[in-house]
């Protein structure tokens, strides 16, 4: 009689009290696209039917299913697995939790895989599928690792995969290797995974990776219990991550792989750590001080060199944890939950900006550390003004039976007040705010007066009483939350804060309310903190009430309520999406009729007023035209409008139904970059793209990427392009470039130059006509001494990994402040998508113009321009000044970029530096500079800036708006 082959795969699936979710799991495997599978099923003792249902199922399925039961319960995931290796009978093992379910074609993909490589190990991707989410949200996990089939040799080639794919159930092991290696689970401990992981991956002597779908973890948000990764609560469960974390480390000693343990410790401290560390505020002080024992320890056997490789919060939380510094640590945990909160007073010291002044001054190699580890100088707060900042507002007293009065609630707090940025002089007003929680808006709010405002150094001490059951009125069970900000006035400007709730215990009690409709559905709020730490208030609703809407939602009414519901939702996502706006563009507004008089201008994506668009509009202002004027914009200032933008013209928000409104019926576009591509120009419309400097650099379709792109791509961008009615032009070395690569047809050129220059032009003809140059009103903004010449260091755009990031300056700034500092005052203007952040030790000597949007008033203010790359120089040129060109990366800009059409180092009108050394001594001598290269300045300009003359908004309106000049 033949036996029955052996499985190509054996799938052990644990149970513990699941019984209801079991059949599922084992179906998940049964339904497998490779027939010869078997499932495994061990119960881990439970209490409820697992083992039966378990034993049904191997009833039902003879020979494909088997199920086993544990003498006792183990408590965990690794015992149970351990049995199902021992007995598998495949080639290959899986493993599968109760709740969980593998994808159809995972055992066939999996078993191809390692087939074909020869791998010990298979991994795919898993996906993490929120069961309990409307909208069916599903998350990768840790999708990079899987973007293509690759197969290793050693996980040291692939270090993330052993810092963060941890799991074991998206992975498929030769049953062989595992018993060969004696690879088992440690049982009576959590995170079994991460250990038997490493394991896995530092004894397998080849892995592969695929990019396909395996394993879906389904996550129930909502659990009533929860899992033993998320009972963080529990002081055990983090002594069993860190026993787990010191077993890894002594597995990768012991194999010789420290390498692998630096890129560990890097992810305990921006990961494992941070998770604990969220919770700390909610702990009490007991739970606080194990915690600290049980993390110092481990936090000693960290690299050091990995704090630099976190964000610098996360190293400063493991630092002041380190040093049990709970005064220090409590607020930074604070900013890191709340990123961009300042959550502490800070100090100044040599010049630069420190989390807190302790630990400063301890010796030697600790100080040092504590200095390079507590330095924030870089996140510019300093360079922050109060309206800008994110303060914490500790709440320190909540009494909601103050003086007796029923319904109001007693509160006080602390504000930080970093680098004294409230002086102690100022007025100070404030008031509490409450407001009904809904999404993207704050439909319900009341305010209440703050009693005392105190200046306390380095906090701002307040007090005050609201009486909620007047002012907190909620509709019905629909306002269930309420938030709670306190604004603070300075000085009449205004900055919101958050009420942090700094204690455990602190904000409890209840206060009556007066519902909008009937105190029948809720008549009382209670405090709660929310998951940022913050406090707010829910309403409770009566007994009576929850027991009559849990039956409504659980019958018909309730799921037509909420299907309903949904649909609406969906109905809203559908008319504010992007296709539906480029929809209601093309088939309504554009069928409106065109607005005569009607100009829309943008400049930069609407990210700014300037530019020529800018110097375009006030030319029309200044001779009195009668238009109609929208300026679109992107982002907002602190009353809710953008800063800076002309109050005699129309605002719209970018992509906002009227902004298209506007367009589809705008006689007149003006702009210098592009409006929305897939916008369809109306034949009525006359679009003027101003442009934005003359190219150093390859554009359009003479890049390497454009000309890679498919026809059907290169035919659409070129749509874009051929939108354009006239394009400005400031020389024929643009004609050659610039209207080249856009493939314009020579009706569309216009050449004027550029209206933002008329400005420099004019300036430079008063210098020559005069003998004298006039700083104007900028310098004084500025505090520029009369004794200092002005130095402009304007870098291109730089990009580093394909993500915008602050621009670090590829020089010594604090140095170039001791050596020029009695001679010049450099003004810093990063690219708009760049920012930069200057240290307080350079404060007057070095000044970040980057918020100054439009550049020109800042180059006519310039004795001399540093540059690189960037257009800046053809406008500079025009003033006839000194310029200096610091092209320290020049090799990687033209030969790993996208190229330039022509070398910048045999054309430039000044010195080009390539090293920090260089750049100084040519500094050294501006008045040289100037005499030396007056004639390549000249020649430069009569090339690059011939059509320049300082008419060219002038020009512009005669041709297209003389029309609308009042009699």
């Known amino acids: 009689m033949n036996e029955d082959p052996l499985p190509d795969v054996s799938v052990v699936v644990i149970v513990y009290n699941d019984a209801a979710r079991l059949p599922t799991a084992v179906h998940s495997v049964l339904a497998q696209t490779l027939r010869n599978v078997e499932v495994v099923i061990v119960d881990d003792r439970s209490t409820d039917t697992s083992y039966e249902v378990a034993r049904a199922l191997a009833a039902r399925h003879p020979g494909r299913v088997r199920a086993f039961r544990l003498d006792e319960n183990s408590g965990g995931c690794g015992a149970p697995r351990n049995h199902g290796i021992t007995r598998a009978r495949g080639t290959y093992v899986l493993f599968l939790d109760s709740d969980d379910v593998l994808e159809r074609n995972a055992c066939r993909n999996m078993l191809e895989a390692a087939e074909t490589t020869g791998a010990d190990l298979v991994s795919g991707l898993c996906v993490r599928v929120h069961v309990d989410s409307r909208a069916g949200k599903e998350s990768k996990w840790y999708p990079w690792l899987y ?216 010796e030697a190699e600790e100080g040092a550390f504590a200095r390079h580890v507590l330095d924030v100088t870089e996140l510019g707060y300093h360079a922050k003004p109060v309206e800008k900042m994110f303060l914490r507002n500790a709440l320190t007293t909540y009494d909601d039976a103050a003086g007796g009065a029923v319904g109001t609630v007693r509160m006080a707090g602390r504000i930080t007040n970093p680098l004294g940025v409230v002086p102690p002089g100022a007025r100070l007003t404030g008031e509490l705010e409450f407001g009904a929680r809904r999404k993207g808006v704050r439909f319900q709010t009341f305010r209440c007066p703050v009693d005392t405002l105190r200046h306390e150094g380095e906090f701002i001490a307040w007090e005050a009483s609201a009486d909620l059951a007047r002012g907190l009125r909620p509709l019905g069970i629909v306002d269930a939350v309420w938030d709670v900000r306190l604004r603070l006035f300075v000085d009449g400007v205004r900055t919101t804060t958050r009420l942090t709730v700094s204690e455990p215990g602190l904000a409890v009690g209840s206060s009556p309310v007066r519902p909008r409709l009937t105190r029948l559905v809720a008549d009382r709020v209670v405090p709660e903190v929310s998951a940022r730490g913050h406090l707010s208030f829910r309403v409770l609703t009566r007994e009576k009430v929850d027991e009559l809407v849990g039956r409504g939602v659980r019958g018909t009414p309730g799921r037509l309520a909420k299907s309903g519901y949904r649909k609406a939702k969906a109905v809203r996502r559908k008319l504010t999406s992007g296709d539906t706006k480029i929809r209601i563009y093309h088939e309504v507004f554009s069928r409106l009729p065109l607005k005569k008089g009607l100009v829309v201008f943008e400049s930069h994506l609407g990210r700014q007023y300037s530019d020529s668009p800018k110097a375009l509009y006030e030319e029309m202002r200044r001779q009195g035209l009668a238009f109609e004027a929208v300026w679109s914009y992107t982002g907002s200032g602190p009353a809710g409008l953008p800063a800076g933008f002309p109050p005699d013209a129309t605002l719209v928000r970018r992509w906002s139904l009227p902004y298209l409104k506007a367009l589809a019926r705008a006689e007149f576009w003006v702009d210098n970059q592009s409006y929305p591509l897939k916008l369809t120009k109306r034949p009525g419309t006359t679009y003027i793209q101003t442009w934005h400097g003359s190219a150093l650099k390859r554009m359009g379709f003479d890049e390497p990427q454009w000309k890679l792109r498919t026809r059907h791509a290169q035919a659409e961008q070129q749509r874009v392009l051929d939108r354009f009615d006239r394009f400005l032009i400031r020389s024929e070395h643009d004609v050659r470039t610039l209207a080249r690569a856009f493939r314009l047809k020579e009706r569309t050129l216009l050449r004027v130059g550029y209206p933002r220059n008329d400005a420099l032009v004019r300036a430079r003809a008063r210098e020559v006509e005069t003998g004298a140059r006039e700083r104007g009103p900028l310098a004084a903004e500025l505090g520029i001494p009369d004794d200092r010449a002005v130095l402009l260091y304007a870098p291109t755009f730089r990009q580093h990994g394909g993500r915008q990031r602050r621009f670090e300056l590829p020089f010594d700034v604090e140095r170039f402040a001791d050596e020029f500092g009695d001679r010049y005052v450099l003004l810093v203007r990063s690219h708009y998508l760049n920012h930069v952040v200057l240290p307080p030790s350079v404060r007057g000597r070095v000044v970040d113009v980057s918020a100054h949007h439009d550049v020109t008033p800042l180059l006519a203010l310039a004795d001399g321009l540093i ?84 008419t060219a908004a002038q020009s512009i309106v005669d041709q297209f708006f003389s029309q609308w000049r009042r009699a």
């Open 147 to 362: 973007t293509r089939t690759r197969t290793l040799e050693s996980v040291s080639e692939l270090p993330d995969l052993l810092v963060f794919d941890t799991l074991s159930t998206n992975k498929c092991y030769r049953r062989a290797f595992l018993v060969e290696q004696g690879l088992e689970f440690p049982v009576g401990i959590h995170y079994e995974d991460l250990l038997f992981s490493a394991q896995a991956y530092v004894a397998a002597r080849r892995i592969t990776l695929i990019p396909n779908r395996v394993y879906d973890w389904n996550v129930v948000d909502k659990a009533p219990t929860k899992s033993i990764s998320n009972r963080r609560a529990e002081i055990a469960n983090f002594a069993h991550r860190m026993e787990i974390h010191r077993r890894v480390d002594r597995l990768l000693a012991d194999r010789g792989l420290p390498e692998l343990k630096f890129f560990k410790d890097v992810k305990f401290l921006k990961h494992d750590l941070v998770l604990h560390l969220r919770d700390l505020p909610l702990r009490d002080a007991s739970y606080r001080e194990e915690f600290a024992a049980i993390a110092r320890a481990y936090l000693e056997s960290i690299d050091r060199a990995a704090f630099d490789e976190v964000e610098p919060i996360h190293a400063i939380c493991a630092y002041l944890l380190q040093k049990s510094d709970w005064d220090n640590l409590l607020p930074a945990v604070d900013t890191l939950t709340n990123r961009d909160k300042i959550s502490a007073p800070l100090v100044e010291h040599d010049g630069r900006v420190y989390w807190c002044a302790e630990h400063l001054d301890a």
């Open 867 to 950: 540059t690189d790359y960037s257009s800046v120089m053809f406008d500079y040129a025009l003033l006839g000044r000194p310029m200096f060109f610091f092209a320290y990366d020049y090799e990687e800009y033209v030969h790993e970029g996208r190229g330039t059409y022509f070398d910048l180092l045999e054309r430039a009108p000044g010195p080009v530096a390539r090293t920090e050394e260089e750049l100084y001594v040519a500094l050294a001598s501006l008045d040289e500079q100037a005499v030396k290269y007056a004639e390549a300045r000249e020649g430069f300009v009569a090339e690059f800036g011939e059509y320049d003359q300082g």
